[in-house]
């Protein structure tokens, strides 16, 4: 990671976040890149991540399931995209082939216009560590650590033990920032079985953006939540990506919800059939 960003620095940039009494509390978000402060980015021409052509089947026993029949992608860099589709679409397979969380049986996934998915195993780990964070729709945040440990833990992975330990007051104020910044302060030493849904996808946000990551991909972020609760993390999502330029690839059901995205790509069988 380029040392500039090493760190999160401190606060700058605000936006809105219930506090432990239900009132919107400033917090701050730390900046990006040079000239963030103050004024909304817009999304810029360039690719920053693509799927081209990517073919995947699953088989259940002898029977082939093709679930993506070609789908083509391509993120522009700082556009907030949704993809959308009805149940099999292909949706969340697409989303988990462009986290390098699972390999294409055909097609390419490129970021930063090279191709990734098909890297050595260390790289794509070190892609998806650092450069490419996902959230999911049942969070999955580890049910023995706490809201600032789960946050932690995607950086206890990057820097291994020995280098963890030599900086872990820093990393440990890096998560606390975060922590603040979804809403989360007050929940920072409870568990997930402590924490309502909404929470626990802030605690997932957060953690995901601990290494601080150029691109996010957002698995119906809002999905397992009430509308009020929804509402509240499609802004926290839309905030990140206008203030500071993060990428993000939002996949939802809900067309209300993907209409507040800057672009619509739209699955059907394994194919984008508009855009």
Do not use: C
């Not at 946050?151 to 030599?166: A, K, T």
């Amino acid at each position: 990671m380029n040392k500039k960003h090493a760190t999160i620095s401190r606060p700058h940039l605000s936006l809105d976040a219930p506090s432990s009494s239900g009132e919107a509390v400033g917090v701050a978000l730390a900046p990006r890149g040079e000239g963030a402060i103050g004024r909304e980015r817009r999304p810029s021409s360039d690719v920053h991540l693509a799927a081209i052509n990517l073919h995947k089947t699953y088989h259940k026993g002898r029977t082939a399931i093709p679930v993506l029949r070609g789908a083509d992608v391509k993120v522009r860099r700082g556009e907030l995209l949704a993809i959308v589709g009805q149940s099999g679409s292909g949706k969340t397979t697409l989303l988990h082939l462009m986290g390098l969380l699972d390999a294409p049986a055909s097609g390419e996934v490129r970021f930063g216009g090279n191709r990734v998915d098909n890297l050595p195993s260390r790289q794509r780990d070190r892609i998806r560590n650092g450069k490419i964070s996902m959230i999911f729709q049942f969070y999955h945040l580890l049910p023995e650590l706490t809201t600032l440990e789960n946050v932690l833990s995607p950086r206890m992975i990057r820097d291994g033990v020995l280098s963890y330990m030599r900086h872990r007051r820093q990393h440990r104020a890096d998560a606390a920032h975060l922590v603040e910044l979804v809403g989360l302060k007050h929940r920072v030493d409870h568990r997930p079985r402590e924490l309502s849904g909404g929470e626990m996808q802030r605690a997932a946000i957060a953690r995901a953006l601990v290494n601080q990551p150029e691109v996010l991909l957002a698995d119906e972020p809002t999905g397992n939540l009430d509308r009020g609760t929804g509402n509240e993390i499609l802004k926290l999502l839309r905030t990140l990506n206008r203030q500071e330029g993060l990428t993000i690839v939002m996949v939802t059901h809900d067309d209300s919800i993907a209409a507040q995205a800057d672009r619509i790509v739209r699955l059907a069988d394994g194919r984008v059939v508009a855009a």
